[in-house]
T-cell receptor, first 117, second 114 residues
Framework: DAGVTQSPTHLIKTRGQQVTLRCSPK?????VSWYQQALGQGPQFIFQ???????QRGNFPDRFSGHQFPNYSSELNVNALLLGDSALYLC????????????????FGPGTRLTVL | AQSVTQPDIHITVSEGASLELRCNYSYGATPYLFWYVQSPGQGLQLLLKYFSGDTLVQGIKGFEAEFKRSQSSFNLRKPSVHWSDAAEYFCAVAGNTGFQKLVFGTGTRLLVSP
């Protein structure tokens, strides 16, 4: 079992550019959540995808968008990059359920370190 | 809305000494509670979780945590710290209904002295 994988590992962009980050969930998981972790902070929830639709969204601007594919993998897109978007972006996957205990157990990938210059 | 407070930014413990990391949460009902560990440059690894039942939960690597509803706390403990435990520790909370996000604290960095 490969666990949650993310690509690329590191990325350097300049202000105003656009970036796409990718995530493959753990085998058997169909729900993907994205988190932003700024330096020295805890992760903050960006959004969650299930059945190829955004199901929940945190307090992030529309510059942050996502997509989920039929194989459950997911992309995070950020447009018009700002210096403040520099962070570790974490993807987490979980199995779907009826809202019971197993649903909330999320498994995290190693993250993508984005640096905006 | 849920929130998590980890009052200690840094903690230094001697190797072999006991450890307690504090976590307080805010939520209107009994939440799901988690402790994650993050080594430098790594993602998050789940140490333990509390969903219901016994308020003392055991996790991996010899860690345990106790849920105290009256204090809205979920403190992490380990009886004897090893140098390899040096890392960042995050407490997180999720609502117990529907498809809830994880809300994290700001983390506590554990330093282990020889």
């Amino acid at each position: 079992d490969a666990g949650v994988t993310q690509s690329p590992t590191h990325l350097i962009k300049t202000r105003g550019q656009q970036v796409t980050l990718r995530c493959s969930p753990k085998s058997g998981h169909d729900t993907v959540s994205w988190y932003q972790q700024a330096l020295g902070q805890g992760p903050q929830f960006i959004f969650q995808y299930y059945e190829e639709e955004e199901r929940q969204r945190g307090n992030f601007p529309d510059r942050f968008s996502g997509h989920q594919f039929p194989n459950y993998s997911s992309e995070l897109n950020v447009n018009a990059l700002l210096l403040g978007d520099s962070a570790l972006y974490l993807c987490a996957s979980s199995p779907s359920g009826t809202g019971g205990a197993s649903y909330n157990e999320q498994f995290f990938g190693p993250g993508t370190r984005l640096t905006v210059l | 809305a849920q929130s998590v407070t980890q009052p200690d930014i840094h903690i230094t413990v001697s190797e072999g000494a006991s450890l307690e990391l504090r976590c307080n949460y805010s939520y209107g009902a009994t939440p799901y509670l988690f402790w994650y560990v993050q080594s430098p440059g790594q993602g998050l690894q789940l140490l333990l979780k509390y969903f219901s039942g016994d308020t003392l939960v055991q996790g991996i690597k010899g860690f345990e945590a106790e849920f105290k509803r009256s204090q809205s706390s979920f403190n992490l403990r380990k009886p004897s710290v090893h140098w390899s435990d040096a890392a960042e520790y995050f407490c997180a909370v999720a609502g117990n209904t529907g498809f809830q996000k994880l809300v994290f604290g700001t983390g506590t960095r554990l330093l282990v002295s020889p």
